[in-house]
């Protein structure tokens, strides 16, 4: 016996691909609750590159995650005793992809993720009409057409969604939360350390893919001591292994204590003390998107790229930003860093702190400002 459209739209097979970077990844998690009202019952299938697997695998809404090793595999075929394990990884990823599937969608609107779809068995192949690199088209069979470029990245994806019948979202859910084992172990290695979990924490994410969006190490310094001092929060410093000698530079400019948590969090750990914060002050980065889609108040500091188009997403939060001619630039590299340099660590904290009272998640104590912390690296 045949089955109805609704039917089959009740067991459709869907496959996402948005494979990097980690906030990429993150501002797409909202298509999964609107495709999963569009089609009931349907299995969503994700792929995505290895560093943000972990988030995938946190949504309860995804049913599958695929990776693809892409930072792995030259690795493996520099050394030929590594060979047959990557050839076996590609080979099995191949394979899956080559199950049949009813829907694939390319979020990414890249060559790389065109290839991937390109290998896909799939009856419906949508994406960008406008893809980020013009050669992701070739292995699409559908492609959509007046999506603004200008919108903001979640709502660009969300309406690629829209195109294939989804409602549109009022206000679109993450569907993120931290696993409470990582919350369980976050808490008692912080209490190893010697601090109180459950006290009120501020996270400062000091680093950033592109050295043009970083901020200063004394920036970073004067706020963490007014966020201690003035404001009663304990202070971390959350990034990779590779991010520690930057921390422990910012550390050394401060005269309150915090902690190095950088190199020491696997993803759901950082997505523990994230959602354990009560603000966290990010630069244009993965932890950014990360803590606002867990809903924990963000202030973001941007300067060579847009944060209309990529800033913290959703109403709690808030972006420090200076207006200058040459912003938003978007390169990875500049000479001055003027866009970033000037951001004044005072009114960083003035946005903490009207941020923590509009949104309720005051700090324990308040207390006089105090000078010294402000004044020792004038």
């Not at 089609?39 to 590159?49: D, Q, T």
């Not at 972990?54 to 892409?70: E, Y």
Request: net charge positive; proline share 7%.
């Amino acid at each position: 016996m045949k089955k109805s459209s609704t039917e089959l739209e009740k067991s459709l097979e869907i496959l996402v691909i948005k494979m990097s970077a980690l906030g990429d990844v993150i501002q797409t998690l909202p298509v999964i609750p609107v495709l999963k009202q569009r089609f009931p019952g349907s299995r969503i299938h994700w792929l995505v590159e290895e560093a943000a697997e972990p988030v995938v695998r946190c949504h309860p809404g995804v049913d599958r995650v695929l990776v693809s090793r892409r930072s792995a595999w030259p690795r493996q075929f520099r050394r030929p005793e590594t060979w047959p394990a990557a050839i076996s990884q590609i080979r099995a990823l191949v394979a899956e992809l080559r199950k049949p599937y009813d829907l694939a969608i390319d979020f990414q609107g890249l060559l790389k993720s065109g290839i991937w779809m390109g290998l896909a068995k799939a009856q419906r192949k949508v994406g960008f009409r406008r893809a980020r690199e013009r050669l992701n088209r070739l292995f699409l069979n559908e492609t959509v057409r007046g999506i603004d470029g200008e919108l903001h990245a979640v709502e660009r994806y969300l309406q690629l969604a829209a195109w294939l019948g989804c409602p549109k979202a009022g206000q679109p859910e993450f569907g993120l939360r931290a696993p409470q084992e990582s919350k369980s172990r976050m808490r008692d290695f912080l209490a190893s350390q010697g601090w109180a979990p459950d006290s009120p924490w501020a996270v400062l994410v000091p680093s950033a893919r592109w050295p043009s969006k970083r901020w200063s190490q004394v920036g970073f310094a004067r706020l963490g001591d007014r966020l201690a001092g003035s404001l009663g929060l304990q202070v971390a410093l959350v990034g990779v292994g590779q991010d520690r000698p930057l921390v422990e530079g910012i550390r050394g400019k401060m005269l309150n204590r915090s902690i190095n948590l950088a190199g020491s969090t696997d993803i759901p750990a950082l997505m523990a003390i994230l959602e354990m914060a009560k603000v966290v002050v990010s630069t244009d980065s993965g932890p950014m998107h990360m803590a606002a889609a867990l809903g924990t108040p963000v202030v973001a500091l941007f300067g060579p790229t847009a944060p209309w188009l990529t800033g913290p997403y959703g109403t709690n939060h808030r972006v420090v930003r200076r207006e200058m001619s040459c912003s938003p630039c978007f390169r990875k590299r500049c000479p001055t860093k003027s866009c970033m340099e000037s951001i004044d660590p005072e009114e960083v904290f003035q946005q903490v702190r009207l941020l923590i009272e509009e949104t309720g998640h005051r700090a324990s104590r308040e207390k006089p400002v105090e000078k010294l912390a402000l004044e020792a690296f004038a």
